[in-house]
């Protein structure tokens, strides 16, 4: 069973930037789909984008040309390099996996491996 640890939330201003990281420890992270969600108080968990272990990336509308994932590894880890951040990016930002081709699997459900969240918080 695949062990996900997320860090690097924080507070930063409406423009900045932040890299979240997913340490992944129990098995390579290449063996499986890697995604990243967000969640919003009082909204739904959604996408943010996913890492295919045929080495493909996918990302919601709203955070594409601004979020760029990529992968150490060295480490075993996954990030997510989130730039011109918006105040409607504010979330609770988590890592998830799925051992396998990622497929159309999009939905939280889909995921059976998660981390506990980090913070990020995007003030106007």
């Known amino acids: 069973q695949v062990q996900l640890v997320e860090s690097g939330g924080g507070s930063v201003q409406s423009g900045g930037s932040l890299r979240l990281s997913c340490a992944v420890s129990?098995?390579?992270?290449?063996?499986?789909?890697m995604a990243w969600f967000r969640q919003a108080p009082g909204k739904e968990r959604e996408l943010v984008g996913l890492?295919?272990?045929?080495?493909?990336?996918v990302y919601a509308d709203s955070v594409k040309d601004r979020f760029i994932i990529s992968q150490d590894n060295a480490r075993n880890t996954l990030y997510l390099q989130m730039n011109s951040l918006k105040p409607e990016d504010t979330a609770m930002y988590y890592c998830?996996?799925?051992?396998?081709?990622?497929?159309?699997?999009?939905?939280?459900?889909?995921?059976?491996?998660w981390g506990q969240g980090t913070q990020v918080t995007v003030s106007s």
């Open positions: 998830a996996s799925y051992r396998g081709w990622c497929g159309g699997r999009r939905s939280p459900s889909d995921f059976p491996s």
């Open positions: 129990g098995e390579t992270y290449r063996a499986y789909c």
């Open positions: 890492w295919d272990n045929l080495g493909s990336t």
